[in-house]
């Protein structure tokens, strides 16, 4: 099962690649009056509150690598993949460390709609020697999870974007959890929104975590904020994103060194670059770092965001004025 999954990704990378090759860019150079008239796919782009103002190719709208999601979706009908690798080192419950696949793919069917698959194909995990055991290592793939979302409040000045967002895992992996865990279902509050060149992505949420016959509430809040980096010669290309986030762990009860811990809370720190290669090729990377004693102490990760250029469905073309959309941040 492992080495399908392992088959299906490769195939997948392969057809990002194909159809990236094939994708055409609109030539800078544009007349006046072809820039003045909106095309369905900017329309699309505006709808999604993305960055669409000058762009005539669908635009993706990353969630990874950042805990927190964002409140705004992608542009409606168009598929986004999303895939990265991890590296994680030091958690909780003697995991010394684990490497992992970890993948996602988006779909808006409504501009305020969003359905979304979420899955981790492979895990390699290492544990740590203990008295009566010695060190070793195993192969896992992790939880399948689906969600939808749906936008509440769209963006208005500075007045943000709302969402909210339900997930159910609809398949249980026996890949080893870092230090946050897997839930069997999970509700959540989505905030983005702009503060000046800032823009900012905050969730709130309650999930469902099981170890028979225990089953036990966890929350978490997360904090992310994105800024251009060199917006003028970069061309808003290049992003860098800090966050910070806290989650209850009701299933964890001893640290990283195995001591005991009663009342267990994850809390860390994330920076990530981000880089649009195209306009629905985004690039990342960036590194984790656990500040509790019952937090993963590492962790690293690299992986891109790609919208497919083609709709899945056509749609009658809208007319529409000038477009007032905002620039704001792709996360």
Same mark, same amino acid.
């Given at each position: 099962?492992?080495?399908?999954?392992?088959? $299906?990704?490769?195939?997948?990378?392969? #057809?990002?690649?194909?159809?990236?090759?094939?994708?055409?860019? /609109?030539?800078?150079?544009? #007349?006046?009056?072809?820039?003045?008239?909106?095309?369905?796919?900017?329309?699309?782009?505006?709808? #999604?509150?993305?960055?669409? &103002?000058?762009?005539?190719?669908? =635009?993706?709208?990353?969630?990874?690598?950042?805990? *927190?999601?964002?409140?705004?979706?992608?542009?409606?009908?168009?598929?986004? +993949? =999303?895939?990265?690798? @991890?590296?994680?080192?030091?958690?909780?419950?003697?995991?010394?460390?684990?490497?992992?696949?970890?993948?996602?793919?988006?779909?808006?069917?409504?501009?305020?709609?969003?359905?979304? +698959?979420?899955?981790? /194909?492979?895990?390699?995990?290492?544990?740590?020697?203990?008295?009566? =055991?010695?060190?070793?290592?195993? @192969? &896992?793939?992790?939880?399948? %999870?689906?969600?939808?979302?749906?936008?509440?409040?769209?963006?208005?000045?500075?007045?943000?974007?709302?969402?909210?967002?339900?997930?159910?895992?609809?398949?249980?992996?026996? $890949?080893?959890?870092?230090?946050?865990?897997?839930?069997?279902?999970?509700?959540?509050?989505?905030?983005?929104?702009?503060?000046?060149? +800032?823009?900012?992505? *905050?969730?709130?949420?309650?999930?469902?975590?099981?170890?028979?016959?225990?089953?036990?509430?966890?929350?978490?809040?997360?904090?992310?904020?994105?800024?251009?980096?060199?917006?003028?010669?970069?061309? &808003?290309? @290049?992003?860098?994103?800090? =966050?910070?986030?806290?989650?209850?762990?009701?299933?964890?009860?001893?640290?990283?060194?195995?001591?005991?811990? /009663?009342?267990?809370?994850?809390?860390?720190?994330?920076?990530?670059?981000?880089?649009?290669?195209?306009?629905?090729?985004?690039?990342?990377?960036?590194?984790?770092?656990?500040?509790?004693?019952? #937090?993963?102490?590492?962790?690293?990760?690299?992986?891109?965001?790609?919208?497919?250029?083609?709709?899945?469905?056509?749609?009658?073309? %809208?007319?529409?004025? /000038?477009?007032?959309?905002?620039?704001?941040?792709?996360?």
């Amino acid at each position: 099962m492992v080495c399908r999954a392992a088959l $299906a990704t490769v195939l997948l990378a392969g #057809s990002f690649f194909v159809s990236f090759a094939q994708t055409k860019v /609109p030539a800078s150079g544009t #007349s006046h009056d072809a820039q003045s008239t909106q095309t369905q796919v900017q329309i699309d782009n505006a709808e #999604s509150t993305s960055k669409p &103002d000058d762009v005539r190719i669908p =635009e993706a709208n990353p969630s990874r690598p950042t805990i *927190s999601n964002p409140a705004h979706i992608p542009p409606v009908g168009y598929l986004q +993949f =999303e895939q990265g690798f @991890l590296q994680a080192n030091g958690s909780p419950s003697g995991l010394d460390g684990q490497f992992s696949l970890v993948q996602a793919m988006r779909l808006s069917v409504h501009r305020r709609v969003m359905v979304q +698959f979420q899955s981790q /194909p492979i895990a390699v995990s290492r544990f740590v020697a203990t008295s009566s =055991e010695a060190a070793s290592s195993q @192969l &896992d793939p992790g939880d399948l %999870v689906l969600g939808i979302q749906g936008v509440l409040i769209r963006e208005a000045g500075r007045k943000p974007t709302i969402a909210i967002g339900y997930l159910h895992r609809v398949r249980a992996g026996s $890949a080893p959890d870092l230090d946050i865990g897997s839930f069997s279902q999970s509700a959540v509050v989505l905030v983005s929104g702009d503060l000046g060149s +800032f823009h900012y992505d *905050s969730n709130f949420s309650i999930s469902e975590q099981v170890a028979d016959p225990i089953r036990r509430a966890q929350f978490g809040q997360t904090l992310s904020v994105t800024h251009d980096l060199l917006p003028e010669s970069l061309h &808003d290309k @290049l992003e860098v994103t800090g =966050e910070i986030w806290h989650y209850t762990q009701p299933l964890v009860d001893t640290t990283r060194t195995g001591a005991p811990s /009663p009342q267990s809370n994850a809390v860390g720190t994330l920076w990530t670059l981000g880089y649009t290669l195209r306009p629905n090729l985004v690039l990342d990377a960036g590194f984790a770092r656990g500040i509790t004693s019952t #937090s993963t102490a590492w962790q690293g990760f690299a992986g891109f965001t790609y919208l497919l250029p083609d709709r899945l469905w056509s749609q009658t073309e %809208v007319a529409a004025g /000038p477009s007032h959309h905002k620039h704001v941040h792709r996360r």
